[in-house]
């Protein structure tokens, strides 16, 4: 399985596989009808608050993460649609609007996601 990250303002391609929208809100200046995605996943995005203290500050990245990665595993519903989607398919794409194409909820949630599916398969 690969997984990889984009923002939504990129444009689609055909290595997309299955497109998966990341974020809580629907992004700035994007009709939902012009956004070619076969899931958004809004409950997958961090909380409010995390977000907003992260603010996609590199020297808070790790703590991000954990921070992140311990609300993600609390969303059992959420973490079990995203799991069967990636199970089931051999290319995800997981999109977000940040600015910062490092430092963002999908890049954590590629890392988390790939890390589960790890470990739930040994």
Request: aromatic letters at 12%; charged letters at 35%.
């Amino acid at each position: 399985m690969d997984v990889q990250f984009k923002r939504v303002y990129d444009p689609v391609s055909q290595s997309d596989g299955v497109r998966i929208l990341v974020d809580g809100i629907w992004p700035r200046g994007i009709k939902k009808e012009d956004l070619l995605l076969d899931y958004w996943l809004k409950y997958a995005a961090p909380s409010i608050s995390l977000r907003k203290w992260f603010s996609h500050d590199e020297e808070k990245w790790e703590e991000f993460k954990k921070l992140y990665f311990a609300e993600l595993k609390g969303k059992a519903e959420t973490l079990d649609k995203l799991t069967a989607i990636a199970k089931n398919n051999n290319k995800l794409t997981l999109l977000y609007s940040a600015r910062n194409r490092r430092y963002n909820q999908a890049a954590a949630l590629k890392e988390f996601l790939e890390n589960e599916l790890e470990i739930s398969e040994k």
